[in-house]
């Protein structure tokens, strides 16, 4: 039941990379990109436990690749491990061509996520009542 967790927890969102968000380099912002990638753990991991999380680490982020202005982005999220209190949530980035059909790998990072109570103290990601929760679709 925690594995079917688990797959359905992965969430996809995709990004448009626009002058914005750009360095010098005219390719996407490392910062940027770690908050897309934040963003896209937290909704993984409250798919999987449907409590408040909260983002206490991310391990060694890889950038591979660099994205490019004029390009999309998928960022795309799994829990990959539950703890007690903790889950590590594996977030890649693929960047894709507008234009044409090529993608490839570019970033890579875990992110350590918590559930949290109502006074925003750790509490277990798995609770008794985990397997009543409704599917999700």
């Known amino acids: 039941m925690i594995r079917q967790r688990m797959d359905m927890s992965e969430s996809r969102v995709i990004k448009a990379v626009f002058p914005a968000i750009l360095n010098n380099h005219n390719t996407l912002f490392g910062g940027e990109a770690l908050a897309w990638m934040d963003e896209t753990a937290f909704i993984a991991a409250t798919r999987f436990c449907r409590k408040p999380t909260v983002t206490v680490s991310s391990d060694k982020i890889d950038f591979k690749k660099p994205i490019p202005a004029g390009t999309m982005a998928e960022l795309i999220a799994r829990v990959i491990y539950v703890g007690n209190t903790s889950m590590k949530v594996e977030v890649n980035i693929y960047v894709e061509d507008m234009n044409q059909d090529h993608r490839?790998?570019?970033?890579?990072?875990?992110?350590?996520?918590?559930?949290?109570d109502k006074e925003r103290k750790p509490t277990k990601?798995?609770?008794?009542?985990?397997?009543?929760?409704?599917a999700l679709n």
Request: proline share 4%; charged share 15%; glycine share 4%.
């Open 104 to 116: 490839e790998h570019a970033i890579r990072g875990v992110f350590t996520m918590v559930a949290v």
């Open 125 to 134: 990601v798995l609770s008794d009542n985990l397997f009543e929760l409704p």
